[in-house]
């Protein structure tokens, strides 16, 4: 082996052990609440667009599980997100989505659609949480215990398991909704009120994904 390779070799063992320094920290709470079996983390996708649903991840990893660059699903581009979402689909005990669709957000205001979806995600998980790590909130009218975390997705790796989940999954059905209302640019901008969107939203009117309540402006 030449002082090339060598050096290669330590940057990828350096870059590694950096890593999983990071991943660790990122367990501080599945840590202090490792008493119970199945920690479920819990994140939502898509409370700020003006068109299509708000999805919610849950997620229970095992103790131990290792899914390196796991990460806040804001900070991972759309390839690593596809990548990881595969990967926490394999390893993770059980994984469960919500999705409430714009109807009835308009209906309930998107706070309240957002509980319905982590509620939802939480009945279709397939093992029984012990507790719930959540994104900032309380979810009303569950009765397993309750960990809000003010920016979760970055400090606990079931949050950001779930934040995967729920992107990826509103992502692709962002995706699916372009070929069902094209004009909209729903695969770029995801229903997000983006110059494009708007625009489009006043020259074709609105389409049945907008949220009414959102779009009040544009139309």
Do not use: W
């Amino acid at each position: 082996m030449n002082k090339r390779e060598e050096e290669r070799l330590l940057k990828q063992k350096i870059k590694l052990e950096k890593e999983r320094t990071r991943l660790r920290e990122m367990c501080v709470y599945e840590e202090e609440y490792g008493m119970y079996q199945h920690i479920c983390g819990i994140d939502e996708a898509g409370r700020g667009p003006l068109a299509g649903p708000v999805v919610a991840g849950a997620v229970i990893l095992a103790k131990g599980t290792e899914i390196l660059y796991l990460n806040d699903s804001k900070k991972l581009s759309a390839k690593k997100r596809e990548e990881l979402y595969e990967e926490i689909l394999k390893k993770a005990v059980s994984v469960g989505v919500g999705v409430v669709g714009p109807e009835r957000i308009d209906e309930i205001n998107i706070l309240q659609a957002t509980y319905e979806a982590m509620g939802e995600a939480v009945r279709n998980l397939k093992a029984e949480p012990d507790i719930l790590l959540n994104d900032a909130v309380t979810i009303p009218d569950i009765e397993i215990r309750q960990v809000p975390i003010v920016k979760g997705d970055a400090k606990s790796v079931s949050i950001a398991a779930a934040s995967i989940i729920a992107k990826v999954t509103r992502d692709r059905m962002m995706a699916e909704y372009e070929y069902a209302y094209p004009g909209y640019g729903f695969a770029k901008h995801k229903g997000y009120g983006t110059k494009e969107h708007t625009e489009s939203i006043k020259r074709l009117g609105p389409c049945p994904i907008h949220r009414r309540t959102f779009i009040k402006k544009f139309v």
